[in-house]
């Protein structure tokens, strides 16, 4: 993977400390991966309303539209690498890595 040179001890360190956090993360299984909703910031948990409008995508204001990006989404497939994990986090997406799929790993 391109992004596995980015992965060093401050991916280690920051996956860590994420995965001791005390969030409420929502897991949502099916047959071939298990799908997580993480509060991100200082978030500690995500209400089920919140979950249906960000699974939805539908809004009725600019600012229910604006907390959406108050939840990370991270999906794992049923396979113990969890390199084929992705997440909707920025910095997933330009290392193909994040303390998400790092720190669940760790949690599990």
Not at 63 to 85: A, G, R
Request: hydrophobic share 30%; with cysteine.
């Amino acid at each position: 993977m391109v992004g596995m040179k980015a992965y060093n001890l401050m991916y280690q360190t920051s996956s860590y400390q994420w995965a001791k956090s005390t969030k409420n993360i929502t897991c949502i299984p099916n047959d071939s991966s298990n799908k997580y909703y993480i509060p991100a910031r200082d978030l500690q948990s995500i209400t089920q309303a919140n979950l249906d409008k960000y699974e939805n995508k539908k809004w009725a204001t600019f600012n229910q539209f604006k907390k959406s990006f108050d939840i990370w989404y991270l999906e794992m497939k049923n396979d113990p690498d969890w390199k084929t994990s992705k997440c909707n986090r920025p910095a997933f997406f330009k290392n193909y890595i994040c303390k998400h799929a790092v720190g669940m790993t760790i949690r599990l």
